[in-house]
């Protein structure tokens, strides 16, 4: 630290430069330390998660125009989505400062037209069994909900119910990928080398499950015809699930 202190610096470049955003940071504290002419930050998220913490990288860009968070903070800091006037005065005042590449730009005819498909998927049969059964169970804390938003949620109780239905709904976001992410652990997984053994397992885990029937259907098709295919999941079980199918299946993954 003292060596680069010591060196008076002609031009500084920043990789992951959105690291120097918190000002108190041991970094960022090295940083301010540092004499230097010239300052450039390399960001793939340049536009942080609030006002403060622009504020506190285009004050390391220009400390003299950029020396008042508390006014930038008046004037940015609750700037909602649809506040137009705000959003493009915010923009001109960062064009100097920044140069966007973007993906168009660098690959430009390289990469096709995104395409976007939403395939509905219905619940298979112990899918569906199971979402009446956890409503059935609910049923009081849903009509007590209902009751609450009806009449103005007079009364006490309010935070029970709405955690007891935070918890339902969970559930059945669960239920609607995987029964088997209600359950505490995954049931042990066969040798593969066990042919029986290896297709009734695949068939008990697809044929519960309507998107991994689904995707039981996409996945070979698109595997014959060459494609890679990329899965994004919210619930960490659900591509644990995905990876015993693709296991299961002999699918390179």
């Not at 622009?54 to 968070?69: G, V």
């Not at 995104?114 to 509905?120: A, D, F, I, S």
């Not at 068939?203 to 029937?213: A, D, I, T």
């Not at 919210?234 to 296991?247: P, T, V």
């Amino acid at each position: 630290e003292r060596r680069l202190r010591a060196v008076p610096w002609s031009m500084l470049v920043f990789d992951e430069a959105h690291r120097l955003k918190n000002p108190e940071s041991r970094t960022r504290v090295v940083v301010d330390g540092l004499r230097y002419e010239h300052v450039a930050l390399l960001t793939g998220t340049p536009v942080q998660n609030c006002a403060s913490e622009l504020y506190s990288l285009l004050h390391l860009l220009d400390p003299r125009k950029f020396h008042d968070a508390e006014a930038f903070e008046l004037r940015f800091g609750s700037m909602a989505a649809q506040d137009g006037e705000a959003s493009d005065e915010l923009q001109k005042m960062l064009a100097p400062y920044m140069l966007r590449r973007l993906k168009r730009d660098v690959l430009k005819d390289e990469i096709p037209e995104k395409k976007e498909t939403v395939l509905p998927v219905e619940l298979s049969a112990k899918q569906k069994q199971l979402y009446r059964a956890l409503l059935s169970q609910n049923a009081s804390a849903l009509a007590k909900a209902q009751q609450q938003g009806e009449g103005g949620g007079g009364g006490g109780g309010g935070a029970p119910v709405a955690t007891s239905l935070s918890n339902v709904f969970v559930k059945l976001r669960q239920l609607c990928n995987h029964p088997n992410i209600l359950e505490k652990s995954d049931p042990p997984m066969p040798k593969l080398s066990d042919a029986y053994a290896v297709r009734t397992t695949l068939q008990r885990l697809v044929g519960c499950s309507g998107k991994l029937q689904l995707l039981s259907k996409l996945l070979p098709k698109l595997r014959q015809e060459g494609r890679k295919v990329l899965i994004f999941s919210q619930m960490k079980r659900m591509l644990d699930i995905i990876e015993d199918y693709c296991a299961l299946s002999f699918l390179p993954y």
